[in-house]
């Protein structure tokens, strides 16, 4: 089956904000940071059920090299990723995302 990924607003801010950030932190980082990301969406687009449920219907992906989670649920053919978020980060925000979705 072939999955459709739609990101939501919150998520496409969560990513906008840790590419600028890395970028700050060194030129170019930022671009790998997004690279990554973008790995482990084909990850999820391929198999979404490989990674398991943590929260009700929400599933977590972890990035390789960086440390961020990129939360999604599944919705027919569609992947709806809720939040890219930084490992350390409240994961009480998560719920007030799923419950908006």
């Not at 940071?33 to 943590?54: E, G, S």
Request: glycine share 4%.
């Amino acid at each position: 089956m072939n999955y459709e990924i739609i990101i939501r607003p919150e998520a496409e801010s969560d990513l906008s904000e840790a590419f600028h950030w890395y970028e700050e932190q060194s030129p170019g980082l930022g671009l790998e940071f997004l690279r990554c990301v973008d790995a482990a969406f084909d990850i999820i687009q391929r198999n979404p059920v490989l990674y398991q449920k943590i929260y009700r219907e929400i599933r977590r992906a972890l990035t390789h090299r960086f440390p961020y989670g990129i939360f999604y649920i599944i919705d027919e053919n569609r992947i709806i990723v809720l939040a890219v978020f930084h490992a350390k980060r409240d994961p009480e925000l998560l719920g007030e995302r799923y419950s908006a979705s």
